[in-house]
């Protein structure tokens, strides 16, 4: 598979860079520009569909990402914001878990509560 699409790959990676380079110079967060992107290639007809196994994106690509990212985290600003990113970071996880769990529990018929919070739990994490 890789031989038959390298030509597609290598240009996908150049289109990162350069949308990665145009957020730096525009002072935007590149992974709107990254989100955007994606979308109307997704719409580009013929585009060849392309299967990754969620195991690779979690052991290969989203460490580097974390390590980079905690690389640029300004730690005086961090302890300067500790107690919104807090109560974010815990009481909004459990304030949207709960809703989660009580909602979907009153309108899915034989959904216990149980399975509610474990879905609350799923979809409530933050996001960056």
């Known amino acids: 598979m890789l031989h038959e699409h390298l030509l597609l790959i290598i240009s996908m990676l150049f289109v990162v860079s350069l949308l ?3 957020g730096q110079k525009l002072r935007v967060s590149y992974p709107i520009f990254l989100v955007l992107a994606g979308l109307l290639i997704s719409l580009i007809p013929g585009t060849p569909h392309v299967d990754i196994d969620p195991d690779l994106i979690f052991t290969i690509f989203l460490p ?3 390590y980079e990212a ?3 985290t300004s730690w005086k ?3 300067k914001w500790k107690r919104p990113i807090s109560l ?3 009481g909004l996880v459990i304030f949207t878990s709960t809703i989660v769990a009580y909602v979907s529990h009153a309108l899915i018929p034989g959904f ?3 399975l509610g919070f474990l879905l609350g739990g799923i979809i409530s994490p933050p996001m960056q």
């Open 70 to 72: 905690a690389w640029y």
């Open 77 to 79: 600003e961090f302890w």
């Open 88 to 90: 974010l970071a815990f």
């Open 20 to 22: 990665v380079m145009l």
């Open 64 to 66: 580097p990402l974390l």
């Open 112 to 114: 216990t509560l149980a």
